[in-house]
């Protein structure tokens, strides 16, 4: 890449290879390992919600990503299996908060969001 036209098209034909979602799954995993500090296991949650602006999450969950990142930031850190369930979680949940299952196994980080938006409705 030597200039601003030949970086549009790299990055035009990376996001679109990103939008497989095997690729993407494998790509999100790899940045959570890429950003973590030496001799870290968990992943700042100012970084995290930086992170995910980048990766184009806002656009996806416009309901619920203010929502998502307000809770967030009453957080420090975020673990990698938080992490990588991010996307499915918010796909799961609608911004009714409908489609969440207590009964299922997520991280006490989403339930505990959920049960945050409820307090703060």
């Known amino acids: 890449i030597y200039d601003m036209p030949s970086f549009q098209k790299t990055m035009t034909r990376w996001l ?7 690729i993407f799954k494998s790509f999100y995993g790899f940045i959570f390992s890429y950003m973590l500090p030496p001799q870290r296991y968990v992943l700042d ?3 995290a919600i930086e992170t995910w602006g ?3 999450f806002p656009p996806k969950w416009p309901e619920l990503w203010p929502k998502w990142t307000q809770y967030m930031e009453t957080k420090k850190t975020i673990s ?7 996307p499915s979680f918010l ?7 409908s489609g969440f299952d207590e009964n299922e196994c997520w ?3 989403f ?6 938006c409820k307090d703060n409705q």
Do not use: H, S
Not at 16 to 22: G, R
Not at 111 to 116: G, K
């Open 111 to 116: 339930e505990d969001f959920v049960y945050w």
């Open 107 to 109: 991280p006490a980080v």
């Open 45 to 47: 949650v100012a970084e």
């Open 80 to 86: 990698k299996d938080a992490w990588i369930l991010v």
């Open 91 to 97: 796909t799961a949940i609608k911004p009714d908060l």
């Open 54 to 56: 980048v990766v184009g």
């Open 16 to 22: 679109e290879v990103l939008d497989v979602p095997n």
